[in-house]
């Protein structure tokens, strides 16, 4: 049995002041009790800050990017898995949309990423997703395929067994459209069908959540697919009242 997840994203968004206040509305969110694991992902700058403002509560940190190598060195502007496990972080994500498309990280940094992230101890969040165009021209599964290919050929199907997928459509990111449950589903099903060949065991444990466009209004129906194991949010996760809607609608 999966145990469901929901990952706050909340990309080059807050300033202390806003995060102060956000941790404040999370921290008193009446939550469904050990039932769905919980994280959010403030920018590398605000992760002490919010480790340190969640501690005693039940909600993890993560990081929204790392450097290709972990450990110390000279990579100016960089930081890696290693100080953020430092820092607290129990999650890194890798490969989100805006990341890939633009600052133009490929599948080859992805896979050095992910490496990056599990040798420093930590879960990378893996994501993946087509776009309109390519949804458009019947390649969404091809797409995907792909993306998570790339992982598997480099790092083997055992890379997956402290691993999540996110899958996150470009076109539902960021605006208001979201894929149908059964769109949504179809791709999850797909997904851990491709894991299933290498080992069904993995496939079977690894957490495929859903996101773009997640909001508490139809959280209920997307983590209601078999294939569905919770969310990505981004924009909603701004707002503590509506992001704890989507942790309840996922512990249902
Ligand atoms: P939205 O929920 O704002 O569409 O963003 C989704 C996302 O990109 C999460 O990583």
């Known amino acids: 049995m999966r145990r469901p997840m929901v990952a706050g994203n909340w990309k080059m968004h807050g300033t202390r002041a806003s995060v102060a206040e956000l941790i404040e509305g999370l921290a008193n969110l009446a939550l469904p009790g050990g039932v769905v694991d919980v994280a959010v992902f403030p920018p590398s700058l605000h992760v002490s800050l919010v480790v340190d403002c969640l501690e005693g509560q039940s909600i993890s940190v993560g990081a929204q990017n790392c450097a290709h190598q972990a450990g110390q060195g000279a990579l100016t502007g960089e930081v890696s898995s290693t100080q953020l496990a430092d820092a607290g972080c129990k999650f890194v994500l890798v490969g989100h949309s805006e990341r890939r498309q633009i600052m133009g990280e490929s599948n080859e940094v992805l896979n050095r990423k992910f490496e990056a992230v599990q040798a420093a101890g930590l879960t990378p969040i893996l994501c993946i997703g087509e776009t309109l165009e390519e949804r458009k021209a019947g390649k969404t599964l091809e797409v995907v395929g792909q993306q998570l290919d790339s992982i598997i050929e480099e790092l083997g199907i055992g890379a997956f067994v402290n ?28 997904i851990r069908a491709q894991l299933m060949k290498e080992n069904s065991e993995v496939a079977q444990g690894v957490r495929l959540l859903y996101g773009g466009s997640v909001k508490a209004a139809n959280a209920v129906e997307l983590f209601g697919m078999p294939d569905i194991d919770g969310g990505l949010i981004g924009g909603a996760s701004l707002n503590a009242d509506e992001f704890g809607a989507i942790i309840r609608a996922a512990g249902n």
């Open 163 to 190: 691993a999540v997928v996110a899958y996150e459509p470009v076109w539902a990111i960021g605006t208001g459209l979201t894929a149908s449950p059964e769109q949504a589903q179809e791709v999850h099903a797909a």
